[in-house]
């Protein structure tokens, strides 16, 4: 099992800038994916930005040029620098980890965080 603690929401200005933590505890081998995505009032929640194992990157092309996902393989944690922040990336960020490899050899699938609130004025 994974426990994903977020940490870094707030209320920002319109062209400020925050970052998000997220920190994977519990028992497993590997992590493979770590993502962030957010949910809106009234929308679904949608993917936001991911990073694999390797380092390979995605992002939603609202976000691309002004979000910036790393990860630290050896601490378990993924941050999420958001940079000229737009009142449209208000909502509620969740940290993700879309598969596990646990000490029994079984894949476990899709953990979530608490979610952490951006607020962004304009």
């Known amino acids: 099992q994974v426990q994903l603690v977020e940490s870094g929401g707030g209320l920002v200005q319109a062209g400020g800038s925050l970052r998000l933590s997220c920190a994977a505890s519990g028992t497993f081998l590997r992590i493979n994916a770590m993502g962030w995505y957010r949910q809106a009032p009234g929308k679904q929640r949608e993917l936001v930005a991911a990073i694999t194992t390797g380092g390979p990157t995605n992002y939603a092309d609202s976000v691309k040029g002004r979000f910036t996902i790393s990860r630290d393989n050896a601490k378990n944690t993924v941050a999420l620098q958001m940079d000229s922040l737009r009142p449209e990336d208000t909502a509620v960020y969740y940290c993700n980890v879309d598969k596990i490899l646990q000490p029994n050899g ?13 607020t962004v004025s304009s």
């Open 106 to 118: 079984r894949f476990g699938y899709s953990y979530w965080g608490q979610g952490t609130q951006v």
